[in-house]
């Protein structure tokens, strides 16, 4: 069993997931009272969100990547960021770790279970950072898969949903049905699934309300990362 390493605590709800599903995971393979190897560096949402706002990127890459190198000097062999938009500035925070400890990318990992699926389009929901830039979208776009992003208007009521509500563990029932009738919008536009492209989403949209397939990036990449630890 190989040794990994999280940096999470943006938010704490789905780090909480990440764990708790990769421990479920590896003991479902080896059995027993046997639990995954792993350690977790937890950052202040506050603070990196504040960061976020002033466009301050770079702090945030050098935050992470001095997470990932305590990690590493603990004896992990490999990263999961356990959050997509702080995936912005994974390049940075690989290129310093260097390429003998792998961080483990949450829109790689997404856009191989999208394609196994045979899906085509995709709606991608995340935070106003995620769904403006390309950092994980690059991700789908690589494996021809088209994404439709909700217009400026449907973003900054989602960003708001997970800032607001998500990352403090509320689920408002009226934003649930909000999201779904976007996700609807964008399935009269040829969306065949949808990616949660924010960790916090799953709280809040499922199958059977968005009527199409849903990729959660947070089950998926927990399941990356508990194959990783068990891998040889």
Known sequence: MRKIGLIGGTSWHS???????INELVNKELGGNHSAKLMIESLDLQEIEDLMNAGE???????????????SEGGAKAIVICTNTLHKVVDQVQYYLGGEVPIIHVGTVTAKAVKRRRIKTVCF??????????????EFEKKNIKVIVPDETEREFVNEVIFKQLCRGIVNPSSRTAIECIIKRTRSHGA????????????????????????????????AAADFILST
């Open 15 to 21: 780090t909480a997931d990440y764990y708790g599903i």
């Open 57 to 71: 990127w770079s702090t945030i890459g050098m935050r992470l990547t001095r997470s990932a190198f305590r990690l």
């Open 125 to 138: 929901l995340g935070t106003k950072f995620t769904m403006e830039d390309d950092f994980i979208i690059k």
């Open 192 to 223: 065949e699934g949808v990616v949660l492209a924010c960790t916090e989403l799953s709280m809040i949209v499922n199958e059977e309300g968005a009527g199409i397939p849903v990729f959660d990036t947070m089950s998926i990449h927990a399941q």
